[in-house]
């Protein structure tokens, strides 16, 4: 899980052409500390997996690889006009749920 964890920051960093450096300010943390996190010798805290995992725009279980897909880059695939009737499905469905739940 470690070296699946720091693989995953290394390579949505680079994906997000962002340095080590940007990514530390982003998160609140010395430079150096991203450094560790992606060369498997320091585990990152809660919060700041929490705050990487914003960044990445990702989910935390993708990052600890419990989760093998990314459903945030299904969503950046679609257009505006796409994420609008999405948005609009999933307002219908939670409509549903409540209701349903209200019974």
């Known amino acids: 899980m470690i070296k699946l964890l720091s693989e995953r920051l ?3 960093r680079i994906e997000k052409g962002l340095s080590q450096k940007q990514v530390a300010t982003l998160i609140g943390v010395n430079p150096s500390t991203i450094s560790t996190y992606e060369s498997t010798a320091r585990l990152p805290s809660y919060p700041s997996l929490i705050r ?3 960044v990445y725009g990702v989910s935390i279980d993708y990052l600890l690889g419990t989760e093998g897909s990314r459903p945030a880059d299904l969503l950046n695939r679609l257009s505006g006009e796409e994420r609008k009737i999405i948005s ?3 307002e219908v469905l939670l409509r549903h749920v409540d209701r349903s739940r209200s019974r």
């Open 10 to 12: 290394r390579n949505l």
């Open 52 to 54: 990487l995992a914003k």
């Open 88 to 90: 609009e499905i999933a």
